[in-house]
């Protein structure tokens, strides 16, 4: 109850700032609209079903980037970290590449694919692929070696040692990884449906500036917000608590 207490009135400050700013009109209203009118542009994108067809293609595309950018990230990181000779040359190859912005990927990935759904799809993969395998390697390395010990003492091997030994002690590790890169997928995918007109929210979000509406602008920001929002706190923190339950690593109250 406190803590929905907190969320109530953080919220309600909020959107009486906003609707004070709104109603002062120290910016017109076509740049700073109101929240009723960001209220009906949302109702309105809903009602003609355009919203949700953005959305149903947004998450199609990033679901099947993030999925590939996870299985190539979980091979390159723990081959990384299982190889001083990889880990010497690509892993500082890797560091160096995340810092790298994801919409620098955009002009290669034109030459390569052409204006296209390839194209988006290799933005949003080199998005999260870097982030993902980081923290496979970052994973690996931190995960106590008597665990593989033990696992290798109680007859597993190969890929029977990793999936049912290594992978799982190495989770809590990766977890942190994982939604560092859906972050990074789902912001190259909106930045790469803004400069590639196809359907999507990026692509509404540009029909909202072309036509010089705000409300639209805005309320398609709060989607992609609240999207981004939903997948953080149903999946990652679910994942979270159930690591932190299954480990014994719930902080103590």
Same mark, same amino acid.
């Given at each position: 109850? *406190?803590?929905? =207490?907190? +969320?109530?009135i953080?919220y =309600?400050?909020l959107f009486?700032l906003?609707?004070?700013l709104a109603e002062?009109k120290?910016?017109? !209203?076509?740049l700073?609209p109101t !929240?009723w009118g960001?209220?009906? =542009?949302l109702?309105?994108?809903?009602?003609d079903?355009s919203?949700?067809?953005a959305?149903?293609v947004?998450?199609?595309?990033?679901?099947?980037? +993030?999925?590939?950018?996870v299985?190539?990230?979980?091979?390159?990181g723990?081959? @990384?970290?299982?190889?001083?000779?990889?880990?010497?040359?690509m892993?500082g190859?890797l @560091?160096?590449l995340?810092?790298?912005?994801?919409?620098?990927?955009?002009?290669?990935?034109?030459l390569?694919?052409g204006?296209?759904?390839?194209?988006?799809?290799f @933005?949003?993969?080199?998005?999260?692929?870097?982030s993902?395998t980081l923290?496979?390697e970052?994973g690996?390395?931190?995960?106590?070696?008597?665990?593989?010990?033990a696992?290798r003492?109680?007859?597993? *091997?190969?890929?029977k040692?990793?999936?049912y030994?290594l992978? !799982?002690?190495?989770?809590?590790?990766?977890v942190?990884?994982?939604?560092?890169?859906?972050?990074?997928?789902?912001?190259?995918l909106?930045?790469?449906?803004m400069l590639?007109l196809?359907?999507?929210?990026?692509?509404?979000l540009?029909?909202g500036?072309?036509?010089?509406?705000?409300?639209?602008v805005i309320a398609?920001?709060i989607l992609?917000? =609240?999207?981004?929002?939903?997948?953080?706190?149903?999946?990652f923190?679910g994942?979270?608590?159930?690591?932190?339950?299954?480990w014994?690593l719930t902080?103590?109250?």
């Open positions: 109850m *406190k803590r929905a =207490a907190h +969320y109530i953080f =309600a400050a009486g906003w609707t004070l002062l120290i910016w017109p !209203p076509y700073f !929240p960001v209220g009906q =542009a109702y309105a994108g809903f009602q079903h919203y949700m067809i959305i149903r947004s998450m199609q595309r990033v679901v099947i980037g +993030y999925g590939i950018s299985i190539l990230g979980m091979i390159l723990l081959g @990384v970290a299982s190889n001083k000779f990889l880990e010497e040359t892993g190859l @560091v160096s995340q810092s790298l912005p994801s919409i620098c990927w955009w002009p290669l990935a034109l390569w694919f204006l296209n759904q390839n194209a988006i799809l @933005v949003v993969i080199m998005g999260s692929l870097l993902v923290a496979m970052d690996r390395k931190q995960m106590p070696k008597i665990f593989g010990q696992g003492n109680l007859g597993a *091997k190969g890929f040692l990793f999936w030994v992978l !799982p002690a190495s989770l809590p590790f990766i942190s990884g994982l939604k560092q890169g859906w972050a990074f997928a789902w912001r190259s909106i930045t790469a449906e590639y196809s359907l999507g929210l990026g692509q509404v540009m029909m500036r072309d036509l010089n509406d705000m409300s639209a398609v920001m992609i917000i =609240a999207i981004g929002y939903v997948v953080d706190g149903i999946v923190k994942m979270e608590r159930h690591l932190q339950n299954k014994g902080p103590a109250t």
